[in-house]
């Protein structure tokens, strides 16, 4: 099961949905570019303080989400920079996602992800690690067949296993540079308003 989250505007679903239907190359910029984007001081996210929502029906109390917002920079070519978001998804092998990108769910330039259920995996300083939290970033050392940066995987020591969906988020956007107007840490997730208590 996914669960991917989005309150934006239509005409930007459209497009998206037009985008992939097409198969329209993914994202693509220089390394010196993306480098800088990494860094870039703050990203600036629009609608104040994310918080987490239970999803309904989740499957563990990793299923949560929060809706996509709308990321601030002044790094990104202009048809990347006007559809720069971030958003949540969640699967029971990876369990919470946090990914960034202009485009579709599938094509992110950077994310979060809380658990690797699939066997070992090697971060970027050539590192074993199992099933702990990591990020995931563009690796232009390791392109694709097709010149595409692949990916490479980062497990800073701000991560930790066992981390809380909430906890993640905080660390991630903290360690990225993300400002959501936030002072205090982020929150455990909260039930959808629509849920009733039943007697």
């Not at 703050?42 to 709308?70: H, Q, W």
């Not at 990020?135 to 232009?140: A, G, K, N």
């Not at 497990?155 to 903290?174: C, G, Y």
Request: aromatic letters at 12%; charged letters at 25%.
């Amino acid at each position: 099961m996914v669960t991917i989250s989005y309150e934006i505007p239509h005409q930007f679903v459209w497009d998206v949905w037009e985008m992939d239907r097409k198969h329209k190359p993914q994202v693509r910029l220089p390394s010196t570019i993306y480098e800088a984007w990494l860094k870039e001081d703050p990203k600036d996210v629009d609608g104040g303080p994310i918080e987490l929502t239970i999803s309904d029906n989740p499957i563990d109390s990793n299923d949560v989400y929060f809706r996509a917002r709308r990321v601030r920079t002044s790094k990104l070519p202009i048809q990347y920079a006007e559809k720069m978001m971030i958003y949540s998804r969640y699967t029971e092998y990876a369990g919470a996602m946090f990914h960034v990108g202009p485009q579709d769910p599938w094509d992110f330039m950077l994310a979060a992800h809380q658990l690797h259920t699939n066997g070992i995996f090697f971060d970027a300083n050539g590192k074993k690690h199992g099933n702990v939290p990591h990020y995931h970033e563009w690796d232009y050392f390791l392109a694709n067949p097709d010149g595409s940066p692949s990916k490479r995987n980062k497990v800073p020591s701000s991560l930790r296993i066992e981390m809380q969906a909430h906890e993640l988020l905080d660390v991630f956007l903290n360690d990225y540079h993300f400002n959501d107007g936030r002072t205090n840490p982020i929150s455990p997730p909260r039930k959808p308003k629509h849920w009733q208590e039943r007697i």
